[in-house]
């Protein structure tokens, strides 16, 4: 029967003198065994401070006393802010849409994410590649000219405010150009009145980014990445506001009432969660919301008042305070229809 590797699971205060105190081993004993079998130089021991990110110590094969176990959860900051330095990170992100139950697009993608927090300065480039629709790269004609136009925008460089909120596009001028170079080979190969309200739209927004960050923004990946919950949880304060999310591709989006309730218990693959939950509180009425908006008097009938809920897991990791995964859906019900959106965001 296979051996199952003894590990110390470290707490707060511990050092490598008093851990081998604890287990009645020699120092040398527990740090030659723990560094041949780590296979990981950043958590290698040296001296009698432990690594910031080591968890466990490894133990040797032979150790034969019951290991202490901490008795006490360890539950992260209140205060989530995010810590100062550089990261680089990968995120694969699947979006599924479903009418009546019914799926009926799917959408995959992987993006490469760099975060740079100094102070009170918040700033992320991303980089979107490797794009599959209903499981296929192929994409149809309209797919691809809208393919095209979205790869102008990368890398995109936005800036966030301390709580992780959307704040503003840096790289506006870079975006601009990329979109000057690539219009007349896009008018030259697409044609058609659609085509051309597509190609104006899309000048619109890449030319002044500046203005149109949050229209860029429309999507519920960049929606959900923007959530604002680095903040204070004192005492396991819930936080409650209101936000509008992109379920419908012509609308600024859909309002609901959400709260953010925190579970600070760190977990043993050092995370913890942030849920966000909530309802719709949008006074448009079914039709206004499932046709494009417009000025004209609807029906006003009470009956056709939609509901909706909105349910996220966040969870982030307690070394650095960045997000790890994001899970879940966004649900709108009326008398006549049924729209829900699922989204997985998951670091790589």
């Known amino acids: 029967m296979k051996k199952v590797q003894k590990k110390y699971q470290i707490v707060a205060g511990d050092t490598v003198s008093a851990i081998a105190g604890k287990l009645g081993l020699s120092i040398a004993e527990l740090v030659y065994y723990h560094n041949l079998h780590s296979g990981v130089v950043d958590e290698y021991i040296y001296g009698d401070i432990l690594p910031q990110k080591l968890k466990y110590i490894l133990l040797p094969m032979s150790y034969e006393q019951e290991i202490p176990v901490p008795q006490k959860l360890e539950y992260s900051n209140a205060n989530v802010t995010k810590a100062i330095g550089k990261t680089m990170k990968k995120y694969g992100i699947t979006e599924r849409y479903f009418q009546h139950e019914e799926m009926t697009s799917e959408l995959d993608f992987e993006i490469d994410i760099t975060e740079e927090v100094h102070d009170d300065l918040y700033v992320a480039t991303f980089n979107k590649h490797s794009v599959w629709v209903n499981n296929s790269d192929s994409f149809r004609l309209a ?30 001028k870079e975006i601009k ?90 977990n043993e693959n050092n995370k913890f969660i942030i849920r966000l939950t909530g309802s719709c509180i949008d006074n448009r009425l079914e039709n206004e919301l499932w046709n494009v908006p417009s000025d004209v008097l609807v029906n006003r009938n009470p009956e056709h008042k939609v509901k909706g809920d909105i349910s996220m897991v966040f969870k982030i990791d307690e070394t650095n305070k960045r997000i790890f995964s994001v899970a879940g859906l966004i649900e709108l019900r009326g008398k006549n229809h049924h729209k829900r959106m699922e989204i997985g965001i998951y670091e790589l």
Do not use: M
């Open 143 to 172: 797919e691809h000219l809208y393919h095209k136009i979205d790869n102008c925008l990368y890398p995109l460089k936005l800036s966030s405010n301390n709580d992780g909120s959307f704040k503003s596009v840096i790289n506006s």
């Open 177 to 266: 150009e990329r979109w000057i170079q690539l219009r007349s080979e896009l008018e030259e190969y697409y044609q058609g009145e659609t085509v051309a309200e597509i190609l104006s739209k899309a000048e619109e927004a890449l030319c002044n980014t500046e203005l149109h960050g949050n229209k860029l923004l429309n999507s519920i990946f960049f929606k959900l990445w923007h959530t604002p919950v680095y903040r204070s949880y004192a005492h396991g304060k819930t936080v409650e506001y209101e936000d509008h999310y992109p379920i419908f591709p012509q609308h600024t989006g859909v309002k609901f009432k959400v709260s953010l309730n925190p579970d600070l218990k760190i």
